[in-house]
């Protein structure tokens, strides 16, 4: 039997619709093609932006706020500023160098930390001012006009002031602060329950000095910055309101950024000296201005924390610090002891005492 063309042509047809009809679904890849890696412009813009962020970074602690111009003009003029010239290098090896002299503490004593030292030993305390500020201000009053020179020369002048000709490089002691050392705060940001969100930022500073092993490490004013990790508003029934803080990280006498946070000695440092105050063992869950109640704020109905309201919080691991050496006061405490290391208000007497520098 003969199948004409047209026929067999339908039946070719018919078979490959079958075909394609009854077989798995076909899957096409991509073609694949071998090449050397390629840094793509996130990273390249992740490493400029790192750059920056030091330059910026430098630019506040010396002058005060971020410069305008180019990057290269302002690396220029804060070398001039600090070392008396422009140094030599690589872009990127000028930027670390600088930025390193200012705030890196591994070595060596940082510029912050020799700046905190000087202030502290003619002034008894620690400002929060730029470097080129606080030089001015110091200026002013040991000689009564601001001097010339690289803002370096002028600290090597004032240490010679602070600490007399013969100490070179200024006198810090370097000590390792235990984890749970115990730092007392008072908020810069009210904690209030009825219109905070996760996100938001909480800012502290220290409320006392914190003297280790005889080393001031905590000079009080040094900032600290943390973020809501949790809130709930107060509800019916009785059901307070509720705000968990990270404590996250405060700056030390040395410049250093330490890791902090509301743990269980600082949680116990708060209920014993509301005991001390007075409160009973039941009017702890609400204490004025705050209670403890798992880690979390407890006032009321709502957390209303208002700023200048102290708390403790806590270091989280053991840190190398560079501080200056104080006498404490006889009713001070000092421990070595990770459990008993506490704030030492009475520093403030050795402040009042000291007649050397007085700022009219």
């Not at 914190?210 to 040094?222: D, K, P």
């Not at 890791?259 to 204490?287: D, H, P, R, V």
């Not at 924390?305 to 000092?334: C, D, H, M, R, W």
């Amino acid at each position: 039997m003969k199948i004409s063309r047209k026929i067999y042509k339908r039946l070719i047809s018919l078979s490959l619709c079958l075909s394609l009809f009854l077989s798995p679904p076909l899957v096409l890849a991509a073609p694949v093609t071998v090449s050397t890696p390629v840094i793509d412009s996130n990273t390249t813009n992740n490493a400029g932006n790192a750059l920056q962020q030091k330059l910026i970074a430098v630019e506040q602690a010396l002058l005060g706020g971020k410069q305008t111009g180019a990057i290269l003009d302002r690396l220029n003029n804060l070398e001039r500023d600090y070392y008396g010239g422009t140094q030599n290098g690589s872009l990127q090896e000028r930027i670390d160098n600088i930025y390193n002299q200012v705030f890196n503490n591994d070595y060596n004593p940082s510029a912050i930390a020799q700046m905190n030292a000087i202030e502290w030993a003619l002034m008894h305390k620690v400002s929060m001012e730029p470097i080129k500020i606080r030089l001015a201000n110091l200026e002013n009053l040991i000689y009564g006009k601001t001097l010339t020179g690289s803002m370096y020369s002028q600290m090597v002048d004032l240490g010679n002031v602070a600490f007399g000709n013969n100490q070179e490089p200024i006198p810090l002691t370097r000590t390792m602060v235990p984890a749970h050392t115990l730092i007392k705060i008072k908020l810069l940001t009210p904690i209030k329950s009825a219109n905070m969100q996760v996100g938001d930022t909480v800012k502290y500073a220290v409320a006392e000095n914190i003297v280790y092993n005889g080393t001031l490490i905590f000079a009080q004013g040094e900032m600290g910055k943390g973020h809501v990790t949790e809130v709930k508003q107060a509800k019916n029934f009785g059901r307070n309101g509720k705000v968990d803080v990270d404590f996250s990280q405060i700056q030390a006498f040395d410049g250093r950024m330490v890791n902090t946070y509301l743990g269980e000695k600082s949680k116990e440092e708060m209920k014993s000296e509301a005991m001390a105050a007075g409160a009973s063992l039941a009017g702890i869950a609400l204490l004025g201005p705050i209670g403890i109640i798992g880690g979390a704020f407890v006032h009321g109905e709502n957390v209303d924390l208002p700023v200048g309201t102290q708390l403790y919080i806590e270091t989280k691991q053991e840190v190398p610090l560079y501080g200056v050496a104080v006498s404490t006061p006889s009713n001070a405490t000092t421990s070595n002891n990770a459990i008993n290391a506490k704030t030492v208000a009475a520093i403030n007497a050795d402040i009042a005492a000291d007649t050397s520098v007085q700022n009219n």
